[in-house]
């Protein structure tokens, strides 16, 4: 699977007579496009450049209403033209046909497009950065956990993918100001206070950057507001790791220095050589394993006892036999992880076993390369994996192997028509699953769905499309996402219950559905 970015890409959105409504996110951008009027960039370090935040809505120009003088009844009353009545109920059933909700696959006819339908989101916004950024990750703050009050702020940290090494960076955003969608097609009646007191203000993007030499392949953040640590796995071989905190401080507390040495690295991994990798996860104890192209997976130790407060492990874990592409630590055994690989199994190891050997393996698990992997942290023994070929599986630990030594997933989806990039269960709802692929999808999943006989038969007849052709879709596909271009990675928010972010060639999107 290619994972990397093409600094020189871009795209194009034309405006044409007839819409198609679609749960997506419909606006295109170059990867280094001109400031739109109307968005607020603020960047601590003075680089104008870093990025900003974009209104979808800006060009759109409100007209003054015309009013029309009408004749009144005896009682007051308005009174309409002759036929007039006749003719809006006409429009409005011509409009509703026009209005059509589209799902991947569908063919467009000549002068359609896809519109984003804002009533599908509580929150929807687009950024864009200088580079674009293959990986990004959340940062834990203090502003309290499963809020739900707009406007949110939120913090993250990315690495870009520059057109020349020197020019990379990791970049620490503080996104504030997110206020909840507008949703202009509501009618009064329908408004309620919420509604009526969101404000139609555009975010506001600050961010702090940190030179980092060679395009940045993963970022992981230790989700501790006392110590969030940051590595990014360099595609010349090296992991580093930063302290985020000095960096967090300058944000919470306008006008503090930020000492030149939070802008390099506490340490650098070199047990991988020159070989570079993708895999990566922290454990909550400070511990990060690194998995490279070359099948090795190494861990290191946070030490207080040592002058550079990490230790390095040299002795690998061996068992795959090809490039590790994601690793994931349990989250009830501290010495236990997952991982995937383009060998296209997903192992079990304990970091306390002598010979560094797995403890489990699933060979087969998928029939490609399995790009990605997650561990449900709240029924622990559900793991999620996705793999090149497009498809994602639901593995049950309680029950790997059969008496013949096969496994099979307690649940498997083939939706996405090319290979899923990212993978993540909801930190809030344990049969929620939030998958990112390369075909400019993200989809949500609710598992625990299961229809009867009836539910399933108005499900089908629900699917069934303007010209009759009825549409195959999961009963337990909650939600599609479009508009970006070569998805990369997503997050939910650890903090926000139901938001999420993804990043891709275009820019990242900061969203929240009405559907988790």
């Not at 993250?156 to 020019?167: E, I, L, P, W």
């Not at 030179?211 to 969030?228: D, F």
């Not at 390099?264 to 990060?288: C, K, V």
């Not at 990112?436 to 539910?455: F, S």
Request: charged content about 30%; hydrophobic content about 35%.
């Amino acid at each position: 699977m290619s994972k990397r970015q093409n600094p020189s890409a871009s795209a194009a959105c034309q405006v044409e007579e007839k819409t198609k409504l679609a749960a997506v996110s419909g606006k295109s951008n170059a990867d280094q496009p001109e400031k739109p009027a109307g968005s607020r960039g603020m960047d601590v370090d003075g680089d104008a450049d870093m990025g900003e935040f974009e209104d979808a809505f800006e060009d759109e120009i409100e007209e003054d209403e015309i009013l029309v003088e009408r004749e009144e009844d005896s009682d007051g009353v308005e009174m309409l033209d002759e036929g007039e009545d006749d003719e809006e109920e006409e429009d409005e059933e011509v409009a509703e046909k026009k209005r059509q909700v589209y799902l991947p696959g569908d063919i467009l006819g000549e002068g359609e497009e896809l519109q984003v339908d804002n009533s599908a989101y509580h929150m929807l916004h687009t950024m864009t950065t200088q580079w674009p950024c293959l990986s990004f990750d959340f940062v834990p703050d203090n502003l309290g956990n499963n809020r739900s009050m707009f406007p949110h702020t939120m913090y993250a940290v990315a690495g870009t993918q520059a057109d020349r090494a020197y020019k990379n960076q990791v970049i620490l955003m503080k996104w504030s100001q997110l206020h909840r969608t507008i949703n202009d097609d509501k009618s009064d009646e329908d408004k309620d206070d919420d509604d009526i007191n969101d404000l139609d203000e555009d975010p506001i993007l600050e961010t702090k950057t940190m030179r980092h030499q060679g395009g940045v392949n993963r970022v992981r953040v230790l989700q501790s507001y006392q110590s969030p640590l940051a590595a990014t796995w360099a595609d010349t071989g090296k992991v580093h790791i930063w302290d985020t905190k000095k960096l967090m401080n300058a944000f919470e507390n306008p006008g503090t220095q930020v000492p030149a040495s939070a802008q390099q690295p506490l340490f650098t991994i070199a047990s991988h050589g020159n070989t570079e990798g993708y895999s990566m996860d922290w454990n909550a104890d400070g511990r990060l394993l690194t998995g490279d192209c070359g099948s090795n997976i190494y861990l290191t130790t946070r030490r207080n006892d040592t002058g550079s407060n990490f230790v390095a492990d040299r002795t690998p874990f061996r068992g795959h036999k090809a490039s590790v592409e994601d690793i994931q630590w349990s989250p009830e055994e501290g010495s236990v992880f997952a991982s995937s690989s383009v060998d296209q199994t997903i192992k079990i190891w304990d970091v306390r076993a002598a010979n560094h050997g797995f403890a489990l393996d699933v060979p087969n698990a998928h029939d490609s390369d399995i790009n990605v992997i997650s561990w449900n942290r709240k029924s622990r023994y559900l793991l999620a994996s996705g793999g090149d070929n497009g498809d994602f599986k639901v593995w049950d630990m309680r029950k790997w192997g059969d008496s013949n030594g096969r496994s099979t997933p307690a649940a498997e989806f083939k939706w996405h028509r090319k290979a899923i990039t990212s993978i993540e269960w909801c930190p809030n709802d344990e049969s929620v699953l939030a998958v990112a692929g390369a075909d400019d999808q993200i989809t949500l999943w609710d598992l625990a769905v299961e229809l009867d006989a009836e539910e399933e038969a108005r499900h089908r007849e629900a699917m069934v499309g303007s010209d009759g052709t009825r549409r195959e879709v999961p009963a337990q596909l909650l939600f599609i996402h479009q508009g970006q271009q070569n998805i990369k990675e997503l997050h939910w928010h650890p903090q926000i219950h139901g938001a999420l972010a993804s990043t891709a060639a275009s820019g990242f999107n900061i969203f929240k559905t009405i559907s988790v």
